[in-house]
């Protein structure tokens, strides 16, 4: 009973390097998205899949694309690591508009 | 775009009492959903009530209940026999269509 599995749970990054943060889910949920966790701002936005091989933007796009080749997975990719993106990012997955979104366990991200 | 607004980022209550969170959200739409998610130390996202915009009963789930103003825009969070359990960080969101919106967020502290 997996439910949304991200991986790596912690990284640590140079800036300018790249680098992919997974995410998988076991439930057969059309919907898949990511949001990164600051202090004092909530959850944001990142990016956001309806199904396989459609994405969409959220809030804060700038610095990341994501890709969804199946239903299971949706990973996301930092091309040039920045300082700005240290954050948490979560992957969270649901099976229909407006109901019980699935969070993974978060990864932390660090970019020095 | 949907705004969602926590105006106390920390509030304390006594262990056996009750306790209620405010949140009000800014839209336009007339239907949308809204949640309130509780992340305690683990850091994981754990779902604990739902509203549907359209429907004009209070969702509630044992311990927990919603007061949903609509035409006010307001979606409080009431915690009946707060435990210490209880003690986490708590975020409104609002949903319509794919993109969830969250508050800031506010750090509930259950005292014994």
Same mark, same amino acid.
């Given at each position: 009973?997996?439910?949304?599995?991200?991986?790596?749970?912690?990284? #640590?990054?140079?800036?300018? /390097?790249?680098?992919?943060?997974?995410? *998988?889910?076991?439930?057969?949920?059309?919907?898949?998205?990511?949001?990164?966790?600051?202090?004092?701002?909530?959850?944001?936005?990142?990016?956001?899949?309806?199904?396989?091989?459609?994405?969409?933007?959220?809030?804060?796009? &700038?610095?990341?694309?994501?890709?969804? %080749? !199946?239903? =299971?997975?949706?990973?996301?990719?930092?091309?040039?690591?920045?300082?700005?993106?240290?954050?948490?990012?979560?992957?969270?997955?649901?099976?229909?508009?407006?109901?019980? *979104?699935? +969070?993974?366990?978060?990864?932390?991200? !660090?970019?020095? | 775009? /949907?705004?969602? !607004?926590?105006?106390?980022?920390?509030?304390?209550?006594? =262990? *056996?009492? @009750?306790?209620?969170?405010?949140?009000?959200?800014?839209?336009?739409? %007339?239907?949308?959903?809204?949640?309130?998610?509780? /992340?305690?130390?683990?850091?994981?996202?754990?779902? #604990?009530?739902?509203?549907?915009?359209?429907?004009? /009963?209070?969702?509630?789930?044992?311990?927990?209940? #919603? &007061? +949903?103003?609509?035409?006010?825009?307001?979606? %409080?969070?009431?915690?009946?026999?707060?435990?210490?359990?209880?003690?986490?960080?708590?975020?409104?969101?609002?949903?319509?269509?794919?993109?969830?919106?969250?508050?800031?967020?506010?750090?509930? @502290?259950?005292?014994?």
């Amino acid at each position: 009973n997996a439910g949304v599995t991200q991986t790596p749970k912690f990284q #640590v990054l140079k800036t300018g /390097q790249s680098m992919t943060l997974q995410c *998988a889910q076991d439930m057969n949920h059309e919907y898949m998205s990511w949001y990164r966790q600051d202090p004092g701002m909530g959850l944001r936005l990142i990016h956001y899949s309806v199904g396989a091989g459609i994405t969409d933007q959220g809030e804060v796009p &700038n610095g990341y694309n994501v890709s969804r %080749s !199946t239903t =299971e997975d949706f990973p996301l990719r930092l091309l040039s690591a920045a300082p700005s993106q240290t954050s948490v990012y979560f992957c969270a997955s649901s099976s229909n508009r407006g109901y019980e *979104a699935f +969070f993974g366990q978060g990864t932390r991200l !660090t970019v020095v | 775009a /949907q705004t969602v !607004t926590q105006s106390q980022p920390e509030m304390s209550v006594q =262990e *056996a009492e @009750t306790v209620t969170l405010s949140c009000t959200y800014d839209t336009s739409e %007339s239907n949308y959903y809204l949640f309130w998610y509780k /992340q305690p130390p683990s850091r994981q996202m754990i779902l #604990v009530i739902r509203q549907e915009a359209y429907k004009q /009963q209070n969702a509630t789930e044992n311990r927990f209940s #919603v &007061n +949903f103003q609509k035409a006010a825009k307001s979606f %409080s969070l009431k915690i009946s026999d707060s435990q210490l359990g209880d003690t986490a960080m708590y975020f409104c969101a609002f949903m319509k269509q794919n993109d969830m919106r969250f508050g800031a967020g506010t750090r509930l @502290t259950v005292k014994p």
